[in-house]
């Protein structure tokens, strides 16, 4: 048989001429050591590297490789006992790598080492190999001259591949047993105990914690499902093991975490010798401190409670502070100072809770960089939504409450399992693994998650929900299609246009919800004008301008280009007698068919004596349905992200204890979390959120403990826009959660890309069959 480049010239023995081809395949290679073989069934240590290997070259483009296949040696040459293989090293998955590279298909190679399908279907030629070495010398030649051809090693770099792929299969089910034996061993406690996890009775003897701590005020009852918190946070703490409370909005996570504070100092002995369990370090949302002191007074004022909030913070030596048993603070507060982290690292805090602990989920956040530094025995993530957008989120919280267990390699080799893409055929162990990844995040997640939903341990008010589909202003219209056009076209092809192209998603989300956020009525001309006429009538303070030198004028001038229609507005409003003639036409901003959707939704809702929140991503539609309400003379209570902290809870109680205010705007992002909006029983999304737990959240400020009538929420959606694609790519994420949570059966099909990808696909497949569909017709 011909051969060309093949596995045989690494089989000639030393008297046969050698080949230059082989040769220069891979310079320098040395024989490593030899070690010991594992078979697949082997024990293996996760932390060992995988084999060190080149890095690969840098890739052509794959028009201009053109692969070159590689023989085979002949039967007869293969059994010749004279033809002898150089010594190779055999690594750990070697012969697992082997075995799959001896049966996969080339599409399942392709999908699983992400190279090639080319790449793939020359290494599938090559078959059977016989060694990992057989493997490696597969190249190819990759150049459009094969007078100047350079030969590519592509069998290394799927060995390298390979391996590391089986090595993260070892330590992610190593990781999963683990989880399951830390399981099994909190289950066989729990099933002792007489209650269940929602609180309802069961056979067993009595709790470990049977009764609510002596610390905790007199006229407070805890309800059993609270109880059972308090006894299995506890039994976490026994066992030095972290974990997330994640009951749902409404369920008393703050009392429950109170009530550990409390049991766990109010049972201290200092005789005993064990380290002193405080002080507490409680990190939460700026919006709901105040919410959470006044909640540590009500529930258990004995408990001693130090805000480090405030400029005054830094004036607090930690080492006075650490005799109370709890520093409350907040992430805003700690997320940038340095010489706040260091209060924190020299406070050496004996545990920490961090509410609403889904602003975690991202390791690349200054916030969890910060967090993960702050020294703590035991920790305590408060989350009702663990599991936000994707599996990749859950591990990064559990990374984070046990980062010893979940450590960085361990975090990433889960990651490669869980993010995997393997075709439904695939077979192989490994693949398996990634194709059961839900089904393996239960499994992680037992032993770190309580989770209750409200249906399951309250009888709470019903709640409904359903979406109101409005039409598209004409001016809303055109630039909806000018916009998506621009989004949908790569940036390098895109041509002049009067629309802002900066930030494309977030301008096409906001030109489904309202055509003044953009810039069309002030023209650049008129815009100029307005800034010659206030530089040559207003004072510098009244501009906030430092001085009337030129540069600041241009400032000012790259500001008002900047600016949407109804932000002009509203300057034209606060310098009426100078601008005011450039307006925008007086209540033109009501023509929006959701603020007409809105506005006729309220009114029906003050005439039935209901009561609305209000809910938007962004700061500039409420400012649009401010000026809406307050020409309808519809009183109203507003908080968003720029609302002062000292604000936040004087306003919350304003709209509680005030039947008389029918509505409560808010921005999803300052009024989503944490707060106690019980007074409303409607809830209008204006616009969604890319991620459905925000909105989840959002309706949970009204659905929860102490809600006595049925909720509503209803989402505004424009149609033939992006918005019905979100709204479809968010069922799919809040399914995930429920899968995940074991709520309903496992779907392995499940996406895990995010909304934008996914509505940006949806669309661009709308465009192809729109044209296929012309193109027919015509």
Known sequence: ?????????????????????????????????????????????????????????????????????????????????????????????????????????????????????????????????????????????????????????????????????????????????????????????????????????????????????????????????????????????????????????????????????????????????????????????????????????????????????????????????????????????????????????????????????????????????????????????????????????????????????????????????????????????????AKERVSNARAIMAPFILQRRKEEVLDLAKKTEHNVVVDMHPKQKAIYEEVKGRYLVPKKQRGSSTIKDSHSWMQLRKAAIHHQLFRVHFTDEIVKKIVDILWSKCSEEELYVQSKADRHKALLLENYMDKSDFQLHLECKHFEKYIGHFDIPHRSWEEGPKVQKLLELVRGYIKNGDRVLVFSRFDLVIDILRETLAFADIPYCELTGSTDISDRFPEIERFNENPDIPVFLLTTGAGGTGLNLTAANKIIIFDQSDNPQDDVQASNRAHRIGQTRDVEVIRLITRDSVEGLIFNSCVKKLMLARIVEGNVPVDEDTESESVEQQCRRLMLLEGEAATKSSSQAT
């Not at 407070?220 to 299995?232: P, R, V």
């Not at 400029?311 to 997320?335: C, F, G, W």
């Not at 859950?394 to 046990?402: A, C, G, I």
């Not at 393997?422 to 192989?428: D, L, Q, S």
Request: with cysteine.
């Open 1 to 433: 048989m011909a051969t060309v480049a093949s596995i045989s010239e690494a089989r000639l023995g030393p008297t046969a001429q050698p080949r230059r081809r082989l040769q220069r395949g891979r310079r320098n290679r040395t024989p490593p050591p030899t070690v010991i073989t594992l078979d697949s069934d082997s024990e293996y240590d996760s932390e060992l590297p995988p084999p060190s290997r080149r890095l690969p070259r840098k890739r052509k483009a794959e028009a201009d490789i053109q692969p070159e296949p590689v023989g085979i040696s002949s039967e007869s040459e293969r059994e010749d006992d004279s033809v002898k293989k150089p010594t190779v090293q055999k690594l750990p998955h070697h012969e697992q790598v082997l075995n799959y590279l001896n049966s996969c298909t080339a599409e399942s190679l392709a999908q699983i080492t992400g190279f090639s399908a080319a790449d793939s279907k020359l290494i599938i030629a090559c078959r059977p190999f016989d060694s990992v070495f057989d493997v490696e010398i597969v190249s190819k030649k990759e150049s459009k001259s094969r007078s100047k051809a350079k030969r590519v090693q592509i069998g290394s770099l799927f060995v390298e591949k390979l391996t590391s792929w089986f090595a993260a299969f070892h330590a992610a089910s190593e990781v999963i047993k683990h989880c399951e034996d830390r399981g099994k061993r909190l289950q066989k406690a729990m099933a002792n105990w007489p209650m269940d996890k929602n609180g309802r009775s069961q056979e067993g003897t009595i709790l470990p914690v049977s009764e609510k701590p002596r610390l905790m005020a007199q006229g407070i009852t805890l309800k059993s499902y609270q109880l059972l918190g308090l006894n299995w946070m506890n039994l976490l703490h026994s066992e030095d093991f972290s974990g997330i409370l994640a009951d749902d909005m409404g369920l008393g996570k703050t009392c429950q975490v109170i009530s550990i504070i409390a049991h766990l100092v109010g049972t201290y002995d200092e005789k005993s010798g064990n380290i002193r369990p405080w002080p507490c370090l409680v990190v939460v949302p700026p919006s709901v401190c105040e919410n959470w002191m006044a909640e540590f007074e009500r529930f258990a004022p004995e408990l001693s409670v130090c805000p480090y909030l405030g400029k005054d913070r830094r004036n607090m030596d930690p080492e006075e502070a650490r005799s109370n048993h709890v520093i409350l603070t907040s992430y805003s507060q700690v997320e940038k100072a340095k010489e706040d982290l260091r209060w924190l690292q020299d406070l050496d805090p004996y545990a920490a809770i961090f509410d609403e602990g889904h602003k975690l989920k991202n390791r690349k956040n200054l916030i969890y960089k910060q967090m993960m530094r702050v020294p703590t025995r035991w920790r305590l993530i408060l989350s009702g939504t663990p599991v936000q957008n994707n599996l990749k989120e859950l591990l990064t919280l559990l990374h984070f409450v046990e980062p010893d267990l979940f450590g960085d390699k361990i975090f990433d080799q889960l990651d490669t399992i869980f993010e995997a893409k393997v075709p439904n055929k695939e077979i192989h162990n490994f693949a398996a693994l």
